[in-house]
């Protein structure tokens, strides 16, 4: 039991982290992230890719939801902090690890 639950809390982390690597939440400020926006809007295939990023992400994230909920039982109150928990974790598992994933997987880092 105690190794299931184990093994679904790392499962979940290690989804959330794919899902921050697709979306490379920590490359830009806010800042710069808005005049990327704007450029967006005048490039279709460019605005098509980042929406299809984007729902990639959501899916990893559905998947460790998923993924969570048998580990909590019936203890629902305990969900939240378990998956902000495993978010946070995978917030520092992508600083660390995020820009050598994405040059594995030949997505764009925030030095390229």
Excluded: C, K, Q
């Amino acid at each position: 039991m105690i190794a299931d639950t184990t093994l679904r809390i790392a499962g979940a982390i290690a989804l959330e982290t794919l899902a921050l690597v697709v979306w490379n939440v920590g490359a830009y400020s806010p800042m710069e992230l808005l005049p990327r926006l704007a450029r967006l809007r005048r490039d279709p295939r460019a605005l098509a890719l980042h929406l299809f990023g984007f729902v990639v992400g959501l899916v990893f994230v559905a998947a460790a939801t998923v993924l969570l909920i048998p580990a909590v039982g019936n203890a629902w109150d305990s969900f939240v902090p378990i998956e902000i928990l495993t978010l946070g974790v995978a917030l520092v598992l992508d600083f660390f690890v995020g820009n050598d994933v994405r040059r594995l997987l030949r997505l764009p880092t925030a030095e390229s």
